[in-house]
């Protein structure tokens, strides 16, 4: 069974940058045909994509966060991070990561979810 835990500060200054670990177990972050993603849910907010990192270590980025955004593979073995830049409060959220197998957002493993508030 596949697991995901997404770890990280839970509070972050304005203007700084937000970095979040998604620790996956039960399954390799390298398997072939996987796409592991970030997403997020903002108090009263649907659900927002963030980011998703392929097999092969492509990436692709939600345009309105684009150039703040990085996803990548963690320094340990399979784990994914994410780092956003110049974060605001309206970067308040629920962060989560998950994984697909079609590349289309058909979510079928997802973390619980951490909790990211952006305050002075």
């Known amino acids: 069974q596949v697991q995901l835990q997404e770890s990280g500060p839970g509070l972050v200054k304005p203007s700084q940058t937000l970095s979040l670990t998604c620790s996956v177990s039960g399954g390799s972050i390298d398997g072939t045909y996987y796409w592991w993603s970030w997403i997020r849910q903002s108090p009263g907010k649907g659900l927002e994509w963030v980011g998703t990192?392929?097999?092969?270590?492509?990436?692709s980025y939600s345009p309105s966060l684009k150039s703040r955004t990085s996803v990548s593979r963690g320094t340990s073995k399979n784990q994914l991070t994410l780092q956003l830049s110049s974060v605001t409060p309206e970067d308040t959220a629920v962060y989560y990561c998950a994984r697909d197998r079609t590349g289309y957002g058909a979510y079928e493993y997802w973390g619980q979810g951490t909790q990211v508030t952006v305050s002075s």
């Open positions: 990192m392929a097999y092969g270590g492509s990436t």
